[in-house]
């Protein structure tokens, strides 16, 4: 898979921080499926995408959470404040960044579901000659995860706070987006509850869709 670089060099950022808690005492990013963690399953689909490489936040049982990447190269970033949120961990993720790099495509760790395609096809949207700063997947019209957001837009990223996602930024910036069709219902379904997995782990979610 070719990769891109200069202005277009796009880097995955996972977000593998938070609490879980609304899935009880364990670990919904360590939950097996199909014989994996899900984390382990987002970290793969991002390695064989365009991207030029993966980044991983970690904090709630960081270590645990590694310990299910060890083998894969992928960059760890420890954010130590993941406790006030997922704007922490988008700030720790955007701050292990190198400077040569042009959009971060990020991901959430509970979303095994989202394939390379949906990955590439982010990737290929994102133009920013074009002025295609936000690149959204999108199945059967509704907007989902994960989200490509240009270096235009890493200053408001950085200054989020609390457990705000960039959902005010991309309106600011409606201008700028792009949705992007993809043919996989798994950009909608993130696994926070043990129902959600309990659904997943009975392949209810790998049902076919229909046209």
């Known amino acids: 898979?070719?990769?891109?670089?200069?202005?277009?060099?796009?880097?995955?950022?996972?977000?593998?921080?938070?609490?879980?808690?609304?899935?009880?005492?364990?670990?919904?990013?360590?939950?097996?499926?199909r014989g994996k963690a899900l984390v382990r399953h987002v970290a793969e689909q991002a390695l064989a995408s365009q991207a030029n490489a993966?980044?991983?936040?970690?904090?709630h049982e960081g270590d645990r959470v590694a310990d299910a990447l060890a083998d894969l190269p992928v960059t760890?970033?420890?954010?130590?404040?993941?406790?006030?949120g997922l704007a922490s961990s988008l700030r720790a993720g955007l701050g292990a960044l190198p400077?040569?790099?042009?959009?971060?495509l990020v991901c959430l760790g509970?979303?095994?579901?989202?394939?390379?395609?949906?990955?590439?096809g982010l990737i290929e949207a994102y133009s920013p000659?074009?002025?295609?700063?936000?690149?959204i997947p999108t199945f059967r019209g509704k907007r989902g995860n994960p989200v490509l957001l240009g270096r235009q837009l890493f200053?408001?990223?950085?200054?989020?706070?609390?457990d705000a996602g960039a959902r005010h930024i991309i309106a600011a910036n409606s201008g700028s987006v792009a949705e992007v069709p993809v043919d996989t219902p798994g950009i909608l379904l993130d696994v926070d509850t043990p129902e959600a997995l309990e659904a997943l782990s009975?392949?209810?979610?790998?049902?076919?869709t229909g046209r």
């Open 1 to 33: 898979m070719s990769r891109r670089g200069g202005e277009a060099a796009v880097s995955v950022l996972i977000l593998a921080a938070g609490l879980s808690s609304r899935m009880g005492e364990r670990n919904k990013l360590l939950a097996a499926w």
């Open 54 to 59: 993966v980044y991983v936040v970690t904090g």
């Open 76 to 84: 760890r970033a420890v954010n130590p404040e993941y406790r006030s």
């Open 99 to 104: 400077a040569s790099v042009g959009a971060v």
């Open 110 to 120: 509970d979303m095994p579901q989202v394939d390379t395609a949906a990955l590439d």
């Open 129 to 135: 000659d074009r002025g295609r700063l936000v690149c």
């Open 155 to 162: 200053p408001m990223l950085a200054r989020l706070e609390g």
């Open 202 to 208: 009975g392949n209810v979610y790998d049902r076919p």
